[in-house]
């Protein structure tokens, strides 16, 4: 047994306030450190959420720094206020019983990353799981483990940047372990469904940034960690570009820009060139 100190960073861009201030209050209470960054380009008014947790440090400049800038930035400063270990969530997510999560991390988590289960709709006997890589929000880390391998890659911008860490991780023998016992509901932003043809489907309206990073940052990784995807996996990738292109055709404006990205995106990914997207 060791005493947690946890550092937690929520990443806000452009998100409903209150429906912010309802997922925070899931999980901020246990929070030694709390950071809330606003990544939008129009500063929020966030002194609601300021006198509602009033630990809150907030960042915001009016520029979209993306995830991993932010990431590090907690972590410097989690390090200088003695923290071990740093949660990263974004805007949209909040927990069901995060308060077992955290004691299990607390007295039963291990020196590598931890996850929770995310829209768990079964109960599950396990009360974990090994899993190959986390997704962004309900991640901890250790930060003796982050000392060691190094920071978040801040060139990903957005796309794949937890991913990355803990595939990095595994190089380093740390092991990614899910919690089953608690719940984080996820809702993806800016779904929206459609119809077409007498069948209903999600266009996701992501604007040509996260198209850009979200095509480029997933074959980056393939240059990366080689072992980790096979052919049937860079083929389904392949697929679900196309897949999008063609909802963008449908549904979504900005149709050239968006599929620009993803075509620059796909290529200076194959050539191994992580350029930043510029609009």
């Not at 002194?47 to 930035?73: E, V």
């Not at 990614?176 to 489907?201: A, W």
């Not at 198209?211 to 480029?216: F, I, K, N, P, V």
């Amino acid at each position: 047994y060791f005493t947690m100190k946890l550092a937690t960073i929520t990443i806000a861009y452009n998100p409903n306030i209150e429906e912010l201030r309802q997922n925070i209050a899931s999980y901020a209470g246990l929070s030694d450190v709390f950071i809330l960054w606003d990544n939008s380009e129009k500063p929020l008014d966030l002194s609601n959420i300021k006198a509602d947790f009033p630990h809150t440090i907030i960042h915001q400049d009016g520029i979209n720094h993306g995830l991993p800038h932010a990431y590090n930035w907690a972590i410097d400063y989690a390090l200088e206020h003695n923290c071990t270990h740093l949660m990263t969530m974004d805007q949209d997510s909040q927990f069901e019983r995060f308060h077992e999560y955290y004691q299990w991390v607390a007295t039963k988590g291990h020196n590598g990353i931890s996850s929770c289960a995310i829209n768990q709709t079964q109960p599950t006997q396990e009360e974990c799981t090994l899993i190959n890589d986390s997704a962004q929000s309900s991640s901890i880390f250790p930060l003796s483990m982050i000392k060691e391998i190094g920071p978040f890659r801040e060139d990903l911008f957005i796309s794949m940047v937890d991913a990355e860490m803990c595939l990095r991780a595994q190089e380093h023998n740390y092991r990614t372990l899910q919690y089953n016992k608690s719940n984080l509901i996820h809702h993806i932003g800016g779904e929206r469904s459609v119809c077409f043809m007498g069948h209903h489907t999600y266009v996701s309206d992501y604007n040509p940034l996260r198209h850009y990073y979200d095509s480029r940052n997933r074959i980056l990784m393939w240059h990366e960690f080689p072992y980790d995807i096979g052919t049937a996996g860079k083929a389904k990738h392949f697929m679900g570009r196309l897949k999008v292109m063609t909802k963008i055709l449908l549904f979504e404006n900005r149709k050239c820009e968006k599929i620009k990205a993803i075509l620059l995106g796909t290529w200076y990914g194959l050539i191994n060139k992580p350029k930043p997207f510029y609009n």
